[in-house]
């Protein structure tokens, strides 16, 4: 049998040369189509390779007949609509090793032509100016660097930037104190890396928690002067906030590799005069487009084949019979995934998700996988699928246990998440009722009877009189309007918690007037 393959971006010759050597496989190259040709032409094509310039969006999807595979030749998935793509049955690999050190060293050589603003006085030589007042720059040796985002690229810059005698300050939700010690580099929050650090490089994935994450606040506390380097997605840093902080001279300079809308149409951004930018070639050298090109490539042909791929971004559909048994969990078991990552305070180091009643008798797997998911994509994003949650959680170091037990507390089924940190344990309990959908039953000590969806607010506080008023009122004065509430205590003027259920996402100025309400100790608003 033949397959037809379409190579839509510009990919590496040598990178594909794994399918050209398979008797069976017939590739096109044909790089520059339109939505509209694309969207014409997808339906005879059984695998699709990608950089990030195709939009292989929903409508490409389900017009791709007979498409069995996506091949993203680079980290970020998110030119693809990946729950399309799930849906139709079609696997999406990435190649999420390939170009670690070349988006790493184009990093490098931006933070090193901000300091020295080498574009600048390259450009003005270039107009046959000799101007060396123009042109000072700032040493890299004893500042400060502050890394948000380390993970593959984010480890790689800091190595590099201990090289040229930075000091490193980095935040990650899952960098340890430990793993910082021994790379020599300062773990801080988010807040500590803002504040103290000269250059500023973000290495997340964009995604909901991440867009804007560099906002018009962040610039505010931000020391006079700072540098900011952006290689990793448009988006991460408001844009806006950031022309404006350039304007005002609280930011120095910006070095930008990628951008919110590309390729970009409003340049006044990258036309001001402190604005260092490239066209998104952080994985552009040969080294790369070979690496990203022959992995996908290998997988591609793996998956049409009919064996296992290296690196799956998703998943598509399991058997029928095992899907039928254990389908009504899943939505419970990755929303009590994404409810135990809110409730952790610092890096997860281990998970136990305990099983009982009807669940002890299912194979679970499945389920653990999308326990696990759903912890890790509030900060791993969306390329965290049910295939590679374990992979991803190895790497981040976090031990995955399973058991099955045979207390139920009363429940015919009863899904337990229990995440532990350096400094303690958080457990929440979830059910399916028959015939009435999912419920979160507990959270650590205290009973609860919540619908894990839509924006929820944790208030833990001190059981007093007049404490629930308090959060209603103050509520009800910024328009958000509650639609359920719980509360549980441990005992009379001890320890107690809300749980509520409002309409809307609640703002970081009300979230901060909540916490100075009296007898309120911590609140957390958690998105399922
Ligand atoms: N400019 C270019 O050509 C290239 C850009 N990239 C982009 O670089 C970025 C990083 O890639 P990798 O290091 O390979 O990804 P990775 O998945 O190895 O690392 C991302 C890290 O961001 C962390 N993170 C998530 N949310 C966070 C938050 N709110 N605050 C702080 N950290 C957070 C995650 O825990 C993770 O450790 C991606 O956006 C990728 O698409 C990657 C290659 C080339
Ligand atoms: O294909 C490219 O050049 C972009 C690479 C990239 O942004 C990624 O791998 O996330």
Redesign the pocket.
């Known amino acids: 049998m033949t397959f037809h393959i379409l190579v839509s971006d510009p990919l590496s010759e040598e990178g594909i040369q794994p399918l050209k050597q398979e008797e069976h496989l017939k590739i096109d190259v044909h790089t520059g189509l339109s939505h509209e040709e694309l969207l014409e032409t997808i339906e005879k094509y059984d695998a699709l390779l990608v950089r990030s310039q195709t939009k292989v969006t929903k409508d490409i999807i389900e017009r791709a007949k007979n498409l069995k595979a996506i091949g993203r030749a680079?980290?970020?998935v998110d030119n693809i609509d990946l729950d399309a793509a799930t849906e139709h049955g079609v696997i999406v690999v990435n190649a999420?090793d390939g170009?670690?050190n070349s988006?790493a060293e184009?990093t490098m050589a931006m933070l090193m032509s901000l300091a020295r603003r080498i574009p600048q006085a390259y450009h003005s030589l270039k107009q046959h100016e000799w101007n060396r007042k123009a042109y000072v720059g700032v040493e890299l040796k004893g500042k400060t660097l502050g890394v948000?985002?380390?993970?593959?690229?984010?480890a790689e810059v800091a190595y590099r930037a201990k090289g040229q005698r930075l000091n490193v300050i980095a935040?990650?939700?899952?960098l340890t104190e430990e793993k910082a010690e021994k790379m020599g580099i300062q773990c801080g929050t988010?807040e500590e890396v803002i504040q103290q650090a000269d250059f500023i490089t973000v290495?997340?994935?964009?995604m909901p928690?991440?867009k804007h994450?560099i906002s018009r606040d962040a610039f505010n506390q931000m020391k006079p002067g700072v540098r900011i380097i952006n290689?990793?997605?448009g988006g991460i840093i408001d844009e806006d906030a950031l022309y404006e902080a350039i304007l005002e001279k609280k930011v120095a300079g910006a070095a930008l590799?990628?951008f919110e809308e590309e390729p970009i149409q409003n340049y006044k951004l990258v036309e001001l005069p402190e604005v260092v930018a490239t066209p998104?070639?952080?994985?552009s050298t040969v080294e790369a487009q070979e690496n990203v090109a022959i992995d996908v490539s290998r997988d591609v042909i793996q998956i049409l084949n009919g064996g296992a791929a290296k690196n799956p971004v998703n998943l598509p559909s399991l058997p029928a019979e095992v899907m039928k048994r254990i389908e009504p969990y899943f939505n419970l078991s990755e929303k009590l995934g994404t409810f135990s990552a809110h409730l952790a305070q610092e890096p997860i180091e281990e998970v136990s998700i305990y099983y009982s009643g009807d669940l002890a008798d299912l194979d679970v797997t499945p389920l653990t996988r999308n326990t696990v998911k759903g912890i890790l994509k509030r900060?791993?994003?969306d390329h965290v699928n049910d295939v590679n949650a374990p992979y991803f959680a190895e790497k981040k170091g976090i031990t995955i246990n399973e058991q099955k037990t045979t207390s139920t507390k009363g429940f015919t089924n009863l899904l337990t998440v229990e995440t532990r940190t350096k400094s303690g344990a958080s457990k929440v309990a979830g059910t399916l009722l028959n015939g009435l959908g999912t419920r979160i039953v507990k959270v650590d000590a205290y009973s609860v009877d919540v619908v894990p969806q839509g924006h929820l607010l944790l208030i833990r506080h001190t059981d007093q009189p007049g404490a629930i008023g308090r959060v209603g009122s103050l509520l009800a004065k910024f328009d958000v309007n509650i639609a359920t509430m719980q509360v549980g205590r441990s005992d009379v003027g001890g320890d107690a918690i809300m749980m509520l259920t409002v309409d809307r996402q609640i703002d970081e100025d009300v979230l901060q007037k909540l916490q100075e309400v009296s007898d309120i100790h911590q609140v957390k608003p958690i998105d399922l």
Do not use: E, K, Q
Request: aromatic share 8%; proline share 8%; with cysteine.
């Open positions: 680079g980290v970020g999420p170009n670690t988006a184009h948000v985002g380390f993970g593959r690229i984010g935040y990650d939700p899952y988010l290495h997340t994935p964009l928690a991440t994450l290689c990793a997605r590799d990628v998104h070639l952080g994985a900060h791993l994003g």
